[in-house]
């Protein structure tokens, strides 16, 4: 503590800190957004060229988190935009009136299927299919046929080859729990998830903790099936060492075995910056901020027409007839489905 | 030690001494008190009516309940495991001088900065059901099934708490047993006692301090266990903190999410007043001014074979889990080689997420040593005030030093957001709000590092250097200064450790463009793929060497006894 080379050191720190902190001149329009969000710098140079405004992002934690956060401060909000609500919390986020209307001319572009929010307070900007994906070497090692959806996993050859998330903590595991809810309905549900415990179902807190952890293609992990996106085969090839022919593992897309997840963005209330908002949510929704989108986020942009990346149009795939519950309906089962999941599956 | 002062010049003082707790306490008002409280405020009051329909499932089922009880159990167990394990360790590196012995050190704290899932990966690829362990043991015994079952089960992060804390034990206990006089032992040896006998009757007491006080630190940090036991334990475990994260973030029950972290406050608040009631009663002042009684080289045989016995342990525990993450960085599909570090420095999309490694190293040692400087300034003066603090002062004023450590993450960062948003306290987008919160959380590692030397410091010696005409900053030099050194050093090296691995509240603070280590791991973790995997490895890799390298540093920048 005595020592002054201690003491030069820590007012510089402090020094340089208070000089980084103090540059900003240019107009700014903060979005606020979970720690996956990502597109590439050039991009949001581009805004700024156009509207000599620089975007300002804030992280703060996992979608649930972010929203949480963004709810709580909602006298006084933390941002202009919100990015990163999808059609599970999307009810929670409307109804606690943390975001105002604005009707893009974007949003012409979009799909009706996408656009769950008829006032326009939360728009769609891209979505992804959560699904089943199993490791295609493993099956045909075994002599395995891989599963074809939902109904085969409570079978006896698939026995203690499934992994799934834990709805209560991970994202991925609430979207596959309402899979199972949209597709045998609100009783049958229970009955599935019992024998699915029967069949020896694996349980993790998270996605990484499976991916990486469990499922057959991380180190020291045994189990073929995993909870996962109907991109992974393609982040797979994207991120794999070795040039790829195919991918080393496959999406379950048959009807009925995936959700859509739609990830939305909205204005929020009571932001000092209404004009600069707008631009920033036309620009999301914008042909350059959407064809960003898969290589960044491995999900798909919400405009159809927006031109693909070789390796989406290779190996991501969509869900055929995915489950599309209506958030009020998510919003007014949730609690109820995983507690009655916790009952079921875990004690 | 009882303290209490006479004379009028003393009066003085202890008004002086007074004034030594507003720092701290100034610090918590803003950034733990107002936060806190106005977080408790919202969720059980959201219409300015106290709301308690949704706090029925509280106490209307056993759930809860036993929950606590779950939490209390498995921090007591990992906590006493803990002590039994390491305080070998600690004795050895007290004792004994030998070849690597500062580098072995330095890795033994290691672990304190990984992050959880990194952590959970070591263990899998390890001990997992197709991990080196039971692969080996399937050859060499030519069996069909794995031997080790610990995946999911309570043993799994038991170890895993106790891979965390066993430097807390080594550094604490073992800087404090360094300084015990040796011969007391040895007379006692010498009137016959067995070496059983001396540890039992003449050690053990001396140490209780350092071993409370460092028992007090992993108990508190496995009660607000989240990771580890989430990640290691599965989800048929849940302790208190992790049932506040379910309920507060995809639950939305608030209210419930409150009344848990105020559970949990309330819980470690009485028990660390306990402790400090017991602190009291076992704090011993030590009579020999011999502050550093010199290490011996070891000499005997059964010596060489203790020291041995014990470093391989610590090879195999600690070790053990950073080799497997070492060898997942360079085993690539094709063979050992460097590609997922040379991956790290590619940015191949152009991506906003992308993070060149020398900008996270330089983001994380940033905070870390914002942090660690808070931390040790705070830390300081608590400990200042409550070594000389009346006993209801300290009975009162301790734990509550400690709570930031046992308060719920989720709560805390939640209450910063609604409670630091206006100026002049508009803090809650500002770069240094993380590391405010690391200093929060490291704080209560400092004092608890600190308060058992200086309780140690005989008054009797600063009266003599005083009465043989030493100005008191002359005593405070010679006499306290070398003895806190090394206690304020081990608190250092907590606040960096704890700030590099971000710890804690600082997941849910929000923050501006500055990725660190860790937030650089976890992007790796959230996207599939081979080359992320072994990128999220490289990554942890390099945050090891960092936080290394930053305890070498903090070593250096600790002047050695006396020199200023």
Redesign the interface.
Same mark, same amino acid.
């Given at each position: 503590?005595?020592?002054p *080379? &201690?003491l030069v050191?820590?007012i510089l720190?402090?020094l340089s800190?208070g000089i980084?902190?103090a540059k900003e001149k240019i107009p700014f329009v &903060?979005l606020?957004t979970h720690?996956?969000?990502?597109?590439?710098?050039?991009l949001?140079d581009d805004f700024e060229k156009q509207h000599g405004a620089e975007i300002?992002?804030?992280?703060? =934690?996992?979608a =649930?988190?972010a929203l949480?956060?963004a709810i709580?401060?909602k006298k006084?909000p $933390?941002a202009d935009v919100f990015f990163g609500v999808d059609n599970t919390f999307m009810s929670?986020a409307l109804s606690a009136g943390i975001f105002e209307p604005y009707e893009s001319p974007f949003l012409r572009d979009l799909p009706n299927a996408l656009k769950l929010d008829p006032s326009n307070r939360l728009l769609p900007v891209d979505y992804g299919d959560v699904c089943l994906n199993y490791d295609k070497s493993w099956f045909s090692k075994k002599g395995l046929a891989p599963p074809r959806g939902l109904d085969d996993l409570i079978m006896p050859p698939y026995k203690g080859l499934t992994i799934v998330q834990?709805?209560? &903590?991970s994202s991925p595991g609430?979207a596959f729990l309402i899979t199972t809810v949209g597709k045998y309905g609100a009783s049958g549900y229970v009955e599935f998830w019992k024998k699915l415990r029967a069949n020896d179902v694996?349980?993790?807190?998270?996605?990484?903790?499976a991916?990486?952890?469990k499922f057959v *293609?991380?180190? =020291?992990? &045994?189990r073929p099936i995993v909870v996962?996106y109907a991109s992974?085969?393609a982040?797979?090839?994207?991120?794999?060492?070795?040039k790829l022919a195919d991918t080393p593992?496959a999406g379950i897309l048959d009807s009925g075995s995936a959700f859509r997840q739609i990830e939305f963005v909205g204005i929020l209330k009571n932001t000092a910056k209404r004009e600069l908002a707008k631009k920033l949510i036309d620009f999301m929704l914008s042909p350059a901020f959407q064809k960003e989108i898969p $290589?960044?986020m491995?999900v798909f942009p919400a405009n159809p027409e927006t031109p693909l990346p070789d390796v989406f149009l290779k190996y991501a795939q969509k869900a055929k007839a995915p489950i599309l519950l209506l958030p009020d309906t998510i919003e007014n089962g *949730?609690?109820k489905w995983?507690e009655t999941w916790t009952d079921v599956v $875990? *004690? | 030690m009882d303290r209490d002062l006479d004379g009028c010049g003393f009066e003085m003082k202890s008004r002086l001494h007074t004034w030594l707790v507003l720092p701290p306490l100034l610090f918590l008002g803003i950034f733990y008190f107002y936060p806190l409280i106005s977080i408790l405020f919202l969720s059980f009051m959201p219409e300015g009516a106290f709301e308690i329909t949704k706090l029925y499932k509280l106490v209307r089922t056993g759930y809860y309940a036993g929950v606590l009880w779950f939490t209390v159990w498995q921090a007591a167990l990992s906590t006493l495991l803990t002590v039994i394990v390491a305080l070998p360790g600690a004795y050895v590196f007290a004792r004994f001088d030998f070849k690597g012995k500062v580098l072995l050190q330095n890795l033994a704290t290691i672990p304190f900065v990984l992050p959880t899932v990194v952590t959970a990966a070591a263990f899998h690829a390890l001990l997992g059901p197709r991990g080196l362990v039971n692969m080996i043991l399937m050859r060499l015994f030519h069996l069909e099934t794995p031997v080790i079952h610990l995946d999911q089960t309570v043993w799994f992060f038991l170890l895993a708490h106790v891979f965390y804390n066993y430097t807390v034990i080594l550094r604490i206990v073992g800087g404090f047993w360094s300084r015990l006089p040796k011969n007391l032992g040895e007379s006692a040896r010498m009137l016959g006692a067995s070496d059983t006998r001396v540890f039992f009757s003449i050690t053990l007491p001396l140490l209780k301090p350092a071993i409370l006080a460092a028992s007090l630190l992993v108990f508190v940090f496995c009660f607000t266990s989240f990771g580890v036991v989430l990640i290691l334990g599965g989800p048929r475990f849940a302790t208190v903190e992790v049932e506040i994260y379910r309920q507060a973030l995809h639950l939305f029950n608030l209210p419930m999410a409150s009344a848990l972290a105020l559970i949990q406050i309330g819980f470690t608040f009485g028990l660390i007043a306990v402790y400090t009631k017991l602190e009291r009663k076992v704090a011993v002042s030590l009579t020999l001014p011999d502050s550093h009684s010199p290490h011996q080289k070891i000499q005997t045989p059964q010596e060489c074979f203790f020291v041995g016995v014990n470093i391989l342990w610590m090879a195999i525990l600690l070790g053990a889990p950073l080799m497997a993450l070492f060898l997942q960085s360079v085993l690539t599909e094709e063979g050992p080689s460097l590609v997922y570090y040379a991956g790290l420095l590619e940015n191949k999309i152009a991506s906003i997420l992308y993070v060149a490694p020398i900008a996270a190293i330089a983001n994380s040692l940033g905070y870390a040593l914002v942090a660690t400087l808070i931390a040790l300034v705070l830390g300081w003066f608590s400990a200042a005030f409550l070594v000389g603090a009346k006993k209801q002062g300290a009975l009162i004023l301790d734990p509550l030093f400690m709570l930031p450590l046992s308060t719920s993450a989720i709560t805390l960062g939640f209450g910063f957001v609604i409670a630091l948003d206006e100026p002049p306290l508009n803090l809650r987008s500002s770069i240094f709000l993380p590391a405010i919160a690391h200093a929060m959380v490291a704080f209560p590692f400092v004092i608890r590092s600190l308060l058992p030397a200086w309780r140690s410091i005989p008054q009797n010696l600063r009266d003599a250097a005083a009465l043989l005409g030493a100005s008191p900053l002359r005593t405070w030099c010679v006499i306290d200064w070398p003895i806190l050194r090394r206690a304020l050093l081990v608190g250092a090296v907590f606040a960096f450790a704890i700030s590099m691995g971000e710890f804690g509240a600082t997941v849910f603070v929000v923050r501006p463009q500055t990725p660190t280590m860790p937030l650089a791991i976890f992007r790796y973790l959230s996207h599939p793929g081979s080359l992320n995997y072994g990128q999220a490895m490289a990554m942890s890799c390099l945050l090891m060497i960092t936080t290394a390298a930053g305890f070498l540093f903090l070593q250096k920048m600790m002047p050695r006894s006396g020199g200023f």
């Open positions: 503590m005595c020592n *080379r &201690t050191l820590c720190f402090f800190a980084a902190e &903060t606020m720690d996956s969000f990502a597109v590439s710098q050039a949001l300002k992002i804030l992280k703060s =934690g996992d =649930g988190a949480n956060q709580l401060s006084n $933390l929670r834990n709805p209560a &903590t609430l694996y349980v993790t807190a998270g996605w990484s903790e991916y990486y952890g *293609r991380a180190k =020291g992990g &045994t996962s992974s085969p982040a797979e090839v994207y991120y794999s060492e070795k593992t $290589l960044h491995w *949730r609690e995983i $875990l *004690r | -």
